[in-house]
T-cell receptor, first 115, second 111 residues
Framework: EPEVTQTPSHQVTQMGQEVILRCVPI?????FYWYRQILGQKVEFLVS????????KSEIFDDQFSVERPDGSNFTLKIRSTKLEDSAMYFC?????????????FGPGTRLTVL | GQQVMQIPQYQHVQEGEDFTTYCNSS?????IQWYKQRPGGHPVFLIQ???SGEVKKQKRLTFQFGEAKKNSSLHITATQTTDVGTYFC???????????WGAGTKLIIKP
């Protein structure tokens, strides 16, 4: 069964450094998402992406964040200057179609630790 | 903004007892989805409810969507150790793009 993959599984970085989290969505899916989950807390929507542009973003997704689909398979989340409070699990998800009734498939996540 | 409230935060049960978690939205949802997250894992889709008053069953799990499409529940009958994890509800705004998540209910089986 096809699945969403994410790399790395764990990233440790110093405050102020840039990080890029990578995701490979399921190949025929059209919608892509990034979510964040601070340890022990709820899943928070960051951004959705369709047709090579951001469809919607939350208030968390400020100017420090950006997303890109550079080559038709990878979907990346960049954090320009990491802060301690960016430490969290970051999940990528993808969905086949536009309808809200479609299932989102989540990747295994990248644990980001900012020191 | 639109919120999805989920209670309780934790539920401790003896193996074999039932478990229920409830979600309530501040506004009408187009649909609601339920996910399970095992400790250290990622959310895994369980089911989606779309119609007002809908009830769906998956073995020992029963999912309900309220008549007003603002609340939902998940009930597990006779819990087993494999049920351990956090159960999240998530509802779609009518924009289709943003899934609003509840805080989750952690199911803990007492030793």
């Amino acid at each position: 069964e096809p699945e969403v993959t994410q790399t790395p599984s764990h990233q440790v970085t110093q405050m102020g450094q840039e990080v890029i989290l990578r995701c490979v969505p399921i190949s025929n899916h059209l919608y892509f998402y990034w979510y964040r989950q601070i340890l022990g807390q709820k899943v928070e929507f960051l951004v959705s992406f369709y047709n090579n542009e951001i469809s919607e973003k939350s208030e968390i997704f400020d100017d420090q964040f950006s997303v890109e689909r550079p080559d038709g398979s990878n979907f990346t989340l960049k954090i320009r200057s990491t802060k301690l409070e960016d430490s969290a699990m970051y999940f990528c998800a993808s969905k086949l179609r536009t309808t809200s009734t479609d299932t989102q498939y989540f990747g295994p996540g990248t644990r980001l630790t900012v020191l | 903004g639109q919120q999805v409230m989920q209670i309780p935060q934790y539920q401790h049960v003896q193996e074999g007892e039932d478990f229920t978690t409830y979600c309530n939205s501040s506004t009408t949802l187009s649909n609601i989805q339920w996910y399970k997250q095992r400790p250290g894992g990622h959310p895994v889709f369980l089911i989606q409810l779309v119609k007002s008053g809908e009830v769906k069953k998956q073995k020992r799990l029963t999912f309900q969507f309220g008549e007003a499409k603002k609340n939902s529940s998940l009930h597990i009958t006779a819990t087993q150790t494999t049920d351990v994890g956090t159960y999240f509800c998530a509802g779609y705004r009518h924009s289709n793009y943003q899934l609003i998540w509840g805080a989750g209910t952690k199911l803990i089986i007492k030793p």
